[in-house]
């Protein structure tokens, strides 16, 4: 298991845990950390864990420590199992979002290339993001919110530095 997901798992288990304390438990910068809070407080709102499942996670995922270095010990599948379920029943199996993904991408590159079209690299990102979230639309659920409104985003980031030159 990383660094990254050692922490994530404490502020999973911790929303509130202190973020210096745990930059000093594992040798990390804040800023390190502070994503890693952010990543958990994601996967929370996307998967917010019932009591039973909290209960179920605390006898799965046991972390301790022995000799200056932090193992888990349990099944740490389930949970993954448990978000890839979720995942898989919002946006359709992981196989036909990649094909359509990959689809709409391919397109993109050959029109790209066949018009001698010269994407600055944020560009090309965000029309192959695009392509990501429209392919979950088409593949799973078309009215989950966050799907389109993740479109606008980065279809505003582009703009957003077009119009102020100004990257974010």
């Known amino acids: 298991m990383t660094k990254a997901d050692q922490i994530t798992i404490e502020f999973i288990n911790n929303p509130e ?5 745990l ?8 800023s390190y950390v502070y994503k890693m809070r952010a990543r958990a407080m994601q996967q929370l709102a996307d998967n917010p864990l019932k009591p039973e499942q909290e209960e179920a ?3 799965l995922i046991t972390l301790s420590q022995t000799e200056g270095h932090w193992q888990v010990t349990g099944n740490v599948a389930t949970p993954i199992d448990g978000i890839l379920e979720q995942r898989g029943n919002r946006y359709g199996k992981f196989s036909g979002q990649a ?6 991408k391919g397109v993109v590159r050959e029109f790209e290339a066949k018009r001698g079209c010269d994407l600055d690299p944020d560009q090309r990102e965000s029309l192959e993001m ?7 639309i088409i593949n799973g659920d078309p009215n989950y919110h966050d799907s389109w409104a993740d479109i606008a985003g ?3 980031l582009v703009a957003d530095r077009l119009e102020t030159g100004k990257e974010i």
Not at 130 to 136: D, E, G, L, Y
């Open 130 to 136: 695009i392509c990501h979230k429209i392919a979950r």
């Open 23 to 30: 930059a000093k438990r594992y040798k990390a910068a804040a």
């Open 154 to 156: 980065y279809a505003k």
């Open 17 to 21: 845990a202190d973020v210096n304390k």
């Open 99 to 104: 094909e359509i993904s990959q689809r709409l």
């Open 57 to 59: 996670m605390d006898k």
